[in-house]
């Protein structure tokens, strides 16, 4: 079983910047493809960010250029850095890991409040 433990996040003005972390338990993103979701109230979840075992990445178009996921492996920690912040980008971020096969289980942080606003 892997845990996936968030932080970072916080209320800042538009324009601000945040750094999400995640930090899972367990040794495994040399397997897993890493991602960052958001859920505004009222909306469905959403991908905001990926980084698969290979490194690289992938933004949903709302992000792009502002946002910048990373990991180390060493650490075992992926992270979020967000710049440039909007109020549309408030909501509860989550961590996930998504393993190669669909047989095995994906792992879900609990989520850490991002609040954008002046």
């Known amino acids: 079983q892997v845990q996936l433990v968030e932080s970072g996040g916080g209320l800042v003005q538009p324009g601000g910047s945040l750094r999400l972390s995640c930090a899972a338990s367990?040794?495994?993103?040399?397997?897993?493809?890493m991602g960052w979701y958001r859920q505004a109230p009222g909306k469905q979840r959403e991908l905001v960010a990926r980084?698969?075992?290979?490194?690289?990445?992938n933004y949903a178009d709302s992000v792009k250029g502002r946002f910048t996921i990373s990991k180390d492996n060493a650490r075992n920690t992926v992270y979020l850095q967000m710049n440039n912040l909007k109020p549309e980008d408030t909501a509860v971020y989550y961590c996930h890991a998504q393993p190669p096969f669909t047989i095995w289980p994906n792992y879900w942080g609990q989520g850490t409040q991002v609040t954008v606003s002046s």
């Open positions: 980084i698969p075992s290979d490194g690289s990445t």
């Open positions: 367990g040794s495994i993103f040399s397997i897993y493809a």
